[in-house]
């Protein structure tokens, strides 16, 4: 079984070479465009789901949903840094 840091390298390995493939900027980001609508899916969906209703309603709860989602994952990133297991 391989170690946390060999798969990493291996994985790091692994996006040099596709990325490689593309070139350019625009190339880059259209091949990423299909999980960045997923995702926008999925946080449209959650706002929904906690009850907005209009498409702007929707559009401003995902975009909070998402930066809340990104500061419980900057607060649990500094509490394991500090050494303490602490969680929002």
Do not use: C, N
Not at 37 to 58: C, L, M, N, S
Request: hydrophobic share 45%.
């Amino acid at each position: 079984m391989a170690t946390p840091a060999q798969r990493q390298l291996a994985a790091s390995i692994g996006s040099l070479t596709r990325w490689s493939r593309v070139h350019g900027a625009s190339a880059r980001r259209a091949q990423t465009d299909p999980a960045r609508a997923a995702v926008a899916r999925k946080w449209e969906q959650k706002a929904i789901d906690a009850g907005a209703v209009t498409p702007e309603e929707i559009a401003e709860a995902a975009d909070r949903l998402r930066r809340a989602h990104y500061r419980r994952m900057a607060l649990a990133s500094a509490a394991a840094r500090r050494g303490t297991a602490r969680t929002a």
